[in-house]
Structure formats: structure tokens, C-alpha cells
């Protein structure tokens, strides 16, 4: 029995998933989590096979948890889960050492693939994340140029993406556990990393780039 744990904002679609895995016979679903912190600690709590994850979450999304997953050596596999087969998304999956990337478009049988694939150590991609998996592992080619945010640490991301779901420097700070000052500090910093004149600014760079959902 393969034990799965699912992140996913969209309560219809976390339904979804779940009716689909739960239908296969061989897939146990341990578990959701409807945003990017709460899936790193239920991973960590549960210790799950694999973990399917939307990349678009608040709190923290999907890259980013995976990230911080990664860190903590734990041994779930990841496979995630994207509207979007966008580059930039794709090169840090694989950094982070994601061993799955299947298209929303293709949640059907392939997410039942993908699982098993996953769950047994081995990779699974929707066929137009493949391409981009077999370029960004040719060592003749070069990374795509032109994301600003891939230029911020990890914490900047995270402070990022807050800023952008409207929360406020005091709200941060808390959830955070660091001081409102140090968050202030945090944002002028983004402000001159990423040459925005405003918070308005910050916000159009994160929904740009995919940090946020347009609809967040």
C-alpha cells in the first residue's frame, strides 16, 4: 500500500484527488494539508511515501516547501502539482530534488502513474514538463534568464509571497517568530533586489512570477 499525503488549497480539488487515489485499491491517503506550512508539518509528522503538492499555496507554496521538506531529510518523495509548465518552476523542482511535476490538465489516470512511479524511486513527468527536465539536465544548457525572484533567498521568497496575500508586517512577523523590524528590513531589501518603487510593485512581481495565485 502506497501512503500518500495531499496538499492542496482548493478544497474541490483536494476532494477530487483524494476520490481518485482512494478509488485505485493500492494508494492510502494519510492526510491533507491546505497550504504550503501545514503540508511540511504533517510530512514530517506523518512521514507519508509520497506527497502530492500544488505549487500555488498560501503560506508558502509548493517549491518552497519542498525546500524546507528537502532539508529535513525526510523520506517522502514529492510530486507536484501545476497549471503551469513553466521553467523557472521546473529547474528548482529539480534542485530540490522533486521527483514528480504533473500538469492539473492531466489529473486523471496519470496521477495514479506518477504516484506509483514516484513511490517507487523513480521520476514521473507530464510529457511537456519532460522536455524541459531533458533541457535543463543537458550540460550545454544554460538556466533561463530573466526571473528576478530567483535571485532571493529562500526567506525572501517566503516574505514575498506574504506581503503579496496581504498580510501585514506585524501578522508576518508573528507567523514567522521574528521581529516586525527585521520583516520591515526584509521588505525594503526585496524593494531594492527587485527595483520596485512600492508594495505595489512587490505584489505585480510575485503574481508575474508565480509566487502568488491571480486569484489569492
Keep these: 500500500m502506497i501512503h500518500v499525503l495531499i496538499a492542496e488549497d482548493h478544497l474541490m480539488v483536494r476532494e477530487g484527488i483524494r476520490a481518485l487515489l482512494e478509488k485505485a485499491g493500492d494508494i492510502h491517503v494519510m492526510g491533507e494539508a491546505s497550504n504550503g506550512q501545514e503540508a511540511i508539518e504533517m510530512t514530517e509528522m506523518l512521514k507519508p511515501d509520497v506527497l502530492i503538492m500544488d505549487i500555488m499555496m498560501p503560506r508558502m507554496n509548493g517549491i518552497q516547501a519542498a525546500g524546507n521538506i528537502r532539508e529535513l531529510k525526510l523520506p517522502t518523495h514529492i510530486l507536484l502539482l501545476s497549471m503551469y509548465s513553466d521553467e523557472g518552476f521546473v529547474h528548482q523542482a529539480l534542485q530540490y530534488g522533486v521527483k514528480g511535476y504533473v500538469l492539473k ?79 520591515e528590513k526584509h521588505r525594503t531589501k526585496l524593494m531594492e533586489k527587485l527595483n520596485a518603487r512600492n508594495l505595489a510593485g512587490l505584489v505585480r512581481l510575485a503574481v508575474k512570477y508565480h509566487l502568488v495565485d491571480k486569484d489569492t
Design 105 to 183: 490538465s492531466s489529473v486523471s489516470d496519470e496521477l495514479l502513474w506518477a504516484v506509483r512511479a514516484v513511490a517507487g524511486g523513480k521520476t514521473y513527468f507530464s510529457s511537456s514538463i519532460a522536455e524541459i527536465v531533458e533541457s535543463a539536465t543537458n550540460p550545454h544548457s544554460a538556466i533561463p534568464a530573466g526571473d528576478p525572484l530567483s535571485n532571493l533567498s529562500p526567506r525572501e521568497k517566503e516574505i514575498l509571497q506574504l506581503i503579496a496575500e496581504e498580510y501585514t508586517s506585524a501578522e508576518i512577523a508573528k507567523m514567522l517568530f521574528i521581529t516586525e523590524k527585521t520583516i
